[in-house]
T-cell receptor, first 116, second 114 residues
């Protein structure tokens, strides 16, 4: 069965601190996709990154970086030098490659609060 | 700018009313989805559709139905609204095919049933 676990419900940091959001997934498929989405207070989920299971390279985009480790079934997200605008709920999601309709299974979300 | 548009941002309905939540996308996406979001529970899939007139139950379909008569529009129907259906409802769409590029989401509809 597919499952995504984000064990951290809430994280609070002070601006300029680095913060890592954890994501652990379960799947029996060898081909799958992993995603991160950001939900700011306005409510709309915004796509951040997509990774397929054959690409374990870490990714960096500005202050954001992602660490994908198949050995531990984890896809963690780090924000370097956090800013107040990073305050949001962050969701990790999993999709097995051949499921009809391309359904995503989401974790429970981590609410990040960055204080000035 | 490509979009998924949900007809209402906020709705207040009475118990027992029939409620329609509308979602329209302009990206020619094959797949469309309805999720509800509740604190501590994340996003839970209610129904999805991978083609016109096709619909599949998600994890929590009870109390809901859907309609997809045109490719761009996917409606969620609460046949008889109840207070436990008070929630944030999110519509999303995506391309079909084996490569999953992820969803585009609407802004959400916050429904309160009183």
């Amino acid at each position: 069965a597919q499952k995504v676990t984000q064990a951290q419900t809430e994280i609070s940091v002070v601006e300029k601190e680095d913060v890592t959001l954890d994501c652990v997934y379960e799947t029996r498929d060898t081909t799958y996709y992993l995603f991160w989405y950001k939900q700011p207070p306005s409510g709309e989920l915004v796509f951040l990154i997509r990774r397929n299971s054959f690409d374990e390279q870490n990714e960096i985009s500005g202050r954001y970086s992602w660490n994908f480790q198949k050995s531990t079934s984890s896809f963690n997200f780090t924000i370097t030098a956090s800013q107040v605008v990073d305050s949001a709920v962050y969701f990790c999601a999993l999709s097995e490659a051949y499921n009809q309709g391309g359904k995503l299974i989401f974790g429970q979300g981590t609410e990040l609060s960055v204080k000035p | 700018d490509v979009k998924v548009t949900q007809s209402s941002r906020y709705l207040v309905k009475r118990t027992g009313e029939k409620v329609f939540l509308e979602c329209v996308q302009d990206m020619d996406h094959e797949n469309m989805f309805w999720y509800r979001q509740d604190p501590g529970l994340g996003l839970r899939l209610i129904y999805f559709s991978y083609d016109v007139k096709m619909k599949e139950k998600g994890d929590i379909p009870e109390g809901y139905s859907v309609s997809r008569e045109k490719k761009e529009r996917f409606s969620l129907i609460l046949e008889s609204a109840s207070t436990n259906q008070t929630s944030m409802y999110l519509c999303a769409s995506s391309f079909g095919g084996q490569t999953n590029y992820g969803y585009t989401f609407g802004s959400g509809t916050r429904l309160t049933v009183v």
